[in-house]
Every structure is written in structure tokens, then in C-alpha cells.
């Protein structure tokens, strides 16, 4: 997941709470367990940002015994509570006294719209859409000793508590700033509070409100012994997420992540430059202590003529055709001008719109084994840094900013030019076909063509970030510690 596309899967996060999650997703993911699969695996990166933003506005009250049922409660034209509260009929043994009496469940799915298949745990969505929208599941467990959920959200543009085969529910649909574009903009919470588990769905946009609350409607949990069998999807434990809560509110925002010195910036390399990576990454693989990479060349150029069209699956080959014209030729991007709601009493809207000249920037990078042993299933990934040098400091570029005479706010980009991360690369390897090299021999370089599409006045605050664990939207102590590669044009 794309720290953009929190915009969408997760629309009332204010920027400086998304700023947050990214970075605590981070932290969480460069452990020694966690560090190589960091860019393999995207749904563990997205199960951390969902199961973030949920402890961002979390609450929880112990009141052992009660009965409890889901509703929505308003706050201001645009906000909302989703929140269980007690019905005070106390049912003695309806309550666990702790998390391990709490069983794991196996879930099932009755009804599942025509065209809509699984595409990885937990997620389905369309074919003509697929890994786009559809559905995503997710199941926290009710281990505090009681059943009491509360969610506080923004931009909510209809609420409605339902009830789903018995259960409570409710249902969401947020404000969509940018009506043509996918987005999960739906949220169905039901409370099954027989088992003691509380069902997030996130829907997409290209899913009648209908057809997701019949999904939730064909969805049981059944209690299983240990071993018996397992859930469709991994439950999360609700006293982790608050834990996890009690932290974040801790956590002061860090202005480094957005700026750095330049004495810190010391490393940077220069197109042509061998580099390897940081001591840390090869303290967890000492075997990567070998491996040199180095940038032996960029281009620039406002068509498309340098990509193996072939080395993008389908979705990546229809979006590209969004921003060419029929010989290939890059169009302008759309730039939409956003005045920001506050969520409660307001919402985000576009107060105008622009076009900015579109470029590829095609970089040869060559990876080299250095050491005396063969290496296997090297992962590689780059980011397409922003940096402005403001002389004793280098700050993330973060695009357009407003005059004083603007009533807007900020300038958000449609289409491919907003991706930080590769968009495109012509090696495959690993057991998904991904951003794997399977073998670097002794001595042997493997050359791997990268892509981006940036607005043109974007060149000259360009930098690479090879660094396979780094950061894709700031800075960060182990990326500085590689060091980026000035391709500033």
C-alpha cells in the first residue's frame, strides 16, 4: 500500500496522522523478522496501516456482563461515533473474564457477487477490477473482558444502523473528493458479540452498498477448538490495538522524517557511484555485505518508447494507456486544487483543476556480487525521492504549495506521477514473480531497468532511494545511512 492510498482506503485521517502511521508501519516492519519480506509482501504493510489507523481513535470501558449492541451516533454535519453500548441486561457467562477464553473462529462466506473473486486473504474484489476494489475483511478479537467497541471517524456523508443476520451492525459511505477515481469509501461494522468479535469491511467504490451489506448478511464465525481448523482471515487481538494506541498518542511527530541537515545528507551518491548497503541491513543478511549497486545511467523522456510494455501486468499496462496518447506519448496530468475540510462541519473540495507536463525517468541499475558466494532471491526496490536544498537544510519536496492570495490548500496529482515507488521494472523473481534478482553469481552484475512518471517540474529535485527497507516518503536513518543517488536533472 501506497502512503497515498491511505487517502482512499482510510478518507477522514487527517495528513499529519497519516505522516504517523506510515512511520510507525516502518518501525514495526524493519525487525529482524520483518526487515526482507518488507517489500514482498504488501498486505502484511497493509494489515499494519489498517490495524494502526484503527487504534488511532479507539476507546474502551470495562463493563463485564452487559449486553451490547452497535449504533452510530452523529458529531457535527460530517463526523460519526460507531460505538457498542450496554442494553444494562446482565446475561451471567455472556462476558469472558479474559482474552483466552476467548475461542479462534473459523469464518464463512455464503454470498459472494458474480465476478467477484479472492485475490489474496482477506480480499476480493472484481475481475475487470482486480486489486483495485471489491472487499476487505479484517476481525478484532474482544480480549479486554468485554465486548465495548468505539470508532470516531470524519467525512461521513451517510451512516445507517443495520442489522446483519441477527447482529448489529452499521454502515458508512465517506465523501469522495474525486468521484471518477476507486476508492474504499464504504464501511460495514458488525458486532458478533455471541463469540466476541467485532467484522471491519472495507468497500470499495465499484461495490453497491447492497450487494456488500448482503456479503455481511452470508458472513458466520464459528468457534473452533485450537488446531481444529482456521478463520479465512487472521483475528486481531483488540488489547494489542489498544496498547498500540496508548503509544501513538505518546509519540511526538518526528520533523526529521521531512528534514534533514546537510551534514546528514553527506552520503549521497553521484549517477555512476558504487554503494553498498547500510551496516544494519547486513547485520540481519550478512550475506548482502557483498552486494554493490550502483546507478550507471538515467533518461528522461516524454514518451514511453523505453518500457517492455510486456514487463507490466494488465492493470499497469490499462493505467499507462490513461496517460499516452496513441503513439505513446506521455499526456499532462490532471492537478486538482483542494480546499481542506476539517471533517466535522466541512469536507475537502476541489476549488479548481490544472494540467502539469508529464516525463519518464528510466533509470539502468546495476547490482554486483562483490563476495565469494552466491547470492539468491536479492530483493531490490527503488524510490523516487523529492528533496529541495534550502542551504543548511534539505527538506522533502511534497509538491505545489499555496500564495496568499490561493483559497486552496494543497495540489494532489491524478494518475501514475504521484507514486513515489517503482512503477515499473523488467526483473522478476521469488515466489510471486516480484522485485527479485534469483542469483548474482561471484562476480556477476544484473542490470535492472526502473521506471517513474514525474511532472516535469519535479526534475530538479529528483533523488533515487535504493535502499530495499527504506522510506518512500521522508527521510529515514538507514536510507541516510546508504546514502541517495542525486539524479537531479
Known amino acids: 500500500m501506497r502512503i497515498e492510498d491511505l487517502q482512499n482506503e482510510f478518507p477522514g485521517m487527517p495528513e499529519r496522522m497519516r505522516i504517523m502511521v506510515e512511520r510507525e508501519v516502518e518501525k514495526q516492519l524493519n525487525t529482524t523478522e520483518t526487515i526482507h519480506i518488507h517489500r514482498k509482501k504488501g498486505r502484511m504493510r497493509k494489515t499494519l496501516i489498517a490495524a494502526l489507523v484503527a487504534v488511532m481513535a479507539l476507546g474502551t470501558t470495562v463493563a463485564a456482563g452487559a449486553v451490547y449492541y452497535l449504533r452510530s451516533e452523529p458529531v457535527g454535519e460530517y463526523g460519526m461515533k460507531v460505538k457498542t453500548e450496554s442494553n444494562d441486561i446482565q446475561e451471567e457467562g455472556n462476558t469472558p473474564e479474559s482474552g483466552t477464553d476467548i475461542l479462534p473462529v473459523k469464518m464463512e462466506l455464503a454470498y459472494l457477487p458474480k465476478g467477484l473473486v ?20 479484517c476481525l478484532y478479537r474482544m480480549d479486554t473482558g468485554d465486548d465495548q467497541f468505539e470508532m470516531h471517524f470524519q467525512d461521513v456523508v451517510t451512516s445507517e444502523d443495520i ?5 448489529n451492525g452499521v454502515y458508512l459511505e465517506f465523501h469522495r473528493l474525486i468521484p471518477d477515481e476507486l476508492t474504499f469509501n464504504q464501511r460495514i461494522y458488525v458486532t458478533y458479540t455471541d463469540v466476541h468479535y467485532v467484522l471491519e469491511m472495507f468497500v470499495g467504490s465499484d461495490m453497491a452498498k447492497e450487494e456488500a451489506i448482503k456479503i455481511a448478511e452470508g458472513i458466520t464465525l464459528t468457534p473452533v477448538q485450537s488446531g481444529e481448523g482456521e478463520s479465512c482471515i487472521k483475528e486481531n487481538n483488540w488489547s494489542a490495538y489498544l496498547a498500540s494506541l496508548e503509544e501513538m498518542e505518546s509519540v511526538e511527530e518526528d520533523t526529521e522524517a521531512l528534514s534533514v541537515s546537510r551534514e546528514k545528507m553527506g552520503n549521497t ?12 541491513y547486513c547485520e540481519y543478511y550478512p550475506e548482502y555485505t557483498g552486494l554493490s549497486i550502483k546507478v550507471a545511467d538515467v533518461q528522461v523522456a516524454d514518451n514511453v518508447g523505453l518500457l517492455d510494455l510486456s514487463q507490466l501486468d494488465a492493470d499497469g499496462r490499462q493505467e499507462l494507456e490513461r496517460e499516452t496518447d496513441g503513439s505513446g506519448k506521455l499526456l499532462p496530468a490532471k492537478i486538482n486544487y483542494v480546499k481542506d475540510g476539517d471533517g466535522i462541519d ?21 547490482y ?20 529541495r536544498d534550502t542551504g543548511d537544510q534539505v527538506k522533502f519536496y511534497d509538491g505545489e504549495e499555496p500564495g496568499a492570495e490561493d483559497v486552496w490548500d494543497v495540489a494532489l496529482s491524478q494518475g501514475v506521477c504521484r507514486y513515489a515507488e517503482m512503477y515499473y521494472y523488467d526483473v522478476h523473481g521469488g515466489e510471486r514473480g516480484n522485485n527479485h534478482i534469483a542469483s548474482i553469481k561471484p562476480g556477476e552484475t544484473v542490470t535492472v531497468h526502473m521506471g517513474w512518471i514525474v511532472q516535469e517540474k519535479e526534475l530538479g529535485y529528483l533523488y533515487l532511494n535504493l535502499n530495499p527497507a527504506g522510506n518512500s516518503y521522508g527521510f529515514d ?10 539524479i537531479r536533472q
Not at 442489522?163 to 447482529?167: A, F, K, L, P, R
Not at 479548481?352 to 546495476?366: D, I, N, P, R, S
Not at 554486483?368 to 532471491?377: H, I, M, P, V, W
Not at 536513518?477 to 546514502?483: K, M, N, Q, R
Open 269 to 280: 551518491h553521484a549517477v555512476g557511484e558504487a554503494f553498498g548497503l547500510s551496516d544494519t
Open 346 to 366: 466541512t469536507v475537502s473540495e476541489i476549488v479548481k483543476t490544472g494540467e502539469a507536463t508529464q516525463k519518464l525517468v528510466y533509470a539502468t541499475v546495476e
Open 477 to 486: 536513518e538507514d536510507s541516510l545511512a546508504v546514502g541517495y543517488v542525486d
Open 118 to 137: 479472492q485475490t489474496e486473504d482477506a480480499k476480493y474484489s472484481y475481475e475487470e477490477t482486480l486489486n483495485q476494489g471489491g472487499i476487505s475483511l
Open 163 to 167: 442489522t446483519v443476520n441477527g447482529h
Open 368 to 387: 554486483t556480487n562483490t563476495g565469494d558466494r552466491e547470492l539468491t532471491d536479492v530483493i531490490f526496490f527503488g524510490s523516487l525521492m523529492r528533496f
